[in-house]
């Protein structure tokens, strides 16, 4: 049996599909097809079935994931069994939230480098909802996001990284014409500039704004937390955002903190794995590195 054919088997359950497999893989779809014909052969059973024009896991395809991953895990070991970390050219899969990827990790970033520098590094910039479900479902290592999302039950392990502030920040020229937002039942004729449905500090302030029957004029919403604070800076709006992406504007006096009723609400950061995740030698480095955010809570 040919180990890359399970590494296949274990793509196409993680990407969700034969075609999407072949694209991670950077393989053709009939070479995806060809290695899972092969592997049902050498196991003697039928992994997939085509229904409808999906290609579907049978019943041996999903009692075969957990061996696949125990196999894997383990030609993963063998890739660490050199003590020096300079020496590990092994891959870690991490998810992060936008907010902290562009404004906590990237002197965790570059301290692994130093110390890991052949080491493959793969980053995806992600929701915290679809971290946390990539990592239940084992397609991250390492997940650093927002705890607040919930839903963990038992299957995650957390590192507790800081409690930040969050904040509703204006221009001065914007604060001075709407500086309340603790009376209620008002309409504010001026935009929310927020990132998707999904963030978790965006439904924090959408769940204010219900309570207090506050009405905006409409959402402008954008995945970048650097164009959103340049709209806000520029008069387009208001955000509401983690205090530490806003520290230097509000330093400089470029944006100013508009009094809420949850002005000391805070959100909570973790880096998390699956229970059952083998922590290799690259993970153990990067949540030793993470301790450094404990550090800097509410800087």
């Known amino acids: 049996m040919d180990l890359k054919y399970l590494r296949t088997f274990r793509t196409i359950i993680d990407e969700g599909g034969f075609s999407k497999a072949a694209e991670k893989l950077n393989y053709t779809q009939s070479t995806i097809t060809f290695q899972m014909n092969q592997l049902e052969r050498d196991l003697s059973t039928i992994l997939f079935e085509k229904i409808g024009r999906k290609m579907v896991l049978t019943k041996a395809g999903e009692h075969l994931i957990p061996y696949v991953d125990e196999i ?4 993963d ?47 995806r910039s992600m929701n915290c909802y679809d971290i946390r479900n990539e990592l239940i479902s084992g397609g991250l290592d390492l997940g650093v996001f927002y705890e607040d999302v919930g839903g963990f039950g038992s299957n995650l392990i957390s590192k507790h990284l800081g409690d930040y502030p969050v904040v509703l920040v204006a221009s001065p020229k914007i604060k001075s014409s709407y500086p309340d937002f603790v009376t209620p039942d008002r309409t504010i004729p001026i935009p929310l500039i927020i990132n998707e449905p999904n963030c978790i500090f965006r439904q924090i302030f959408e769940q204010y704004c219900r309570d207090k029957s506050i009405i ?46 949850i002005s000391g609400t805070k959100i909570t950061a973790i880096c998390a794995h699956h229970k059952n995740k083998w922590i290799s030698p690259l993970m153990q480095l990067f949540l030793n590195l993470c301790d450094s955010l404990t550090c800097d809570t509410g800087r």
Do not use: M
Request: hydrophobic share 40%; net charge negative; proline share 5%.
């Open 72 to 75: 894997l895990q383990s030609v």
């Open 77 to 123: 070991k063998l890739s660490f069994l050199d003590e020096h970390l300079s020496e590990c050219q092994g891959d870690i899969q991490i998810g992060v939230g936008e907010s902290l990827l562009c404004y906590k990790l990237p002197v965790i970033l570059k301290e692994f480098h130093k110390q890991a520098p052949k080491a493959r590094l793969f980053l």
């Open 216 to 261: 905006l004029d409409h959402t402008i919403e954008l995945w970048s937390i650097p164009t959103i604070k340049n709209l806000v800076k520029n008069d387009v709006g208001i955000s509401f955002l983690p205090e530490f992406t806003v520290k230097e504007e509000l330093s400089r006096g470029e944006l100013e903190k508009i009094p809420t009723d």
